[in-house]
């Protein structure tokens, strides 16, 4: 039994020992990673061969949505412009028709007016006030 344990304890050791040199390994590879990352030796020129076709993709994407964006900015805008000249014309039009509904009602008025005898006028100009002392 002794050697059973005497075994166990020998291979637990290695283990300890193993993930130790683990964690010290990764460490190391972290560090190094970092360092690398500082003087720009991450990114090579054989990353940027590898990967061309890719970085040039993303290139074209980002090109591309700020293409779209561009454009719909412009729409926008013109939407604007057309929505406020659209209720410009709007509020022309109901001048005109109100315009036109009382030159209508003035017309059937003076119709009426002329059908019965009744000698009424349609005044271009508003009554005069006339005071006592300008005679």
Do not use: C
Not at 7 to 35: I, P, W
């Amino acid at each position: 039994m002794s050697l059973v344990r005497g075994g166990q304890k020998s291979m637990a050791k290695e283990k300890k020992n193993k993930d130790k040199a683990k964690k010290q390994n990764s460490k190391s590879v972290k560090l190094s990673l970092m360092k690398d990352m500082r003087y720009g030796r991450t990114l090579s020129i054989e990353f940027f061969r590898k990967n061309a076709w890719l970085l040039m993709i993303f290139v074209v994407a980002i090109l591309s949505l700020m293409g779209l964006r561009y454009k719909t900015k412009t729409k926008m805008e013109e939407i604007k412009k057309l929505t406020t000249e659209l209720q410009r014309a709007q509020s022309s039009k109901l001048q005109e028709k109100a315009a036109y509904m009382s030159l209508i009602r003035e017309t059937e008025m003076q119709k009426l007016v002329s059908e019965h005898g009744l000698g009424l006028q349609f005044q271009e100009f508003p009554p005069y006030e006339i005071s006592l002392e300008d005679l």
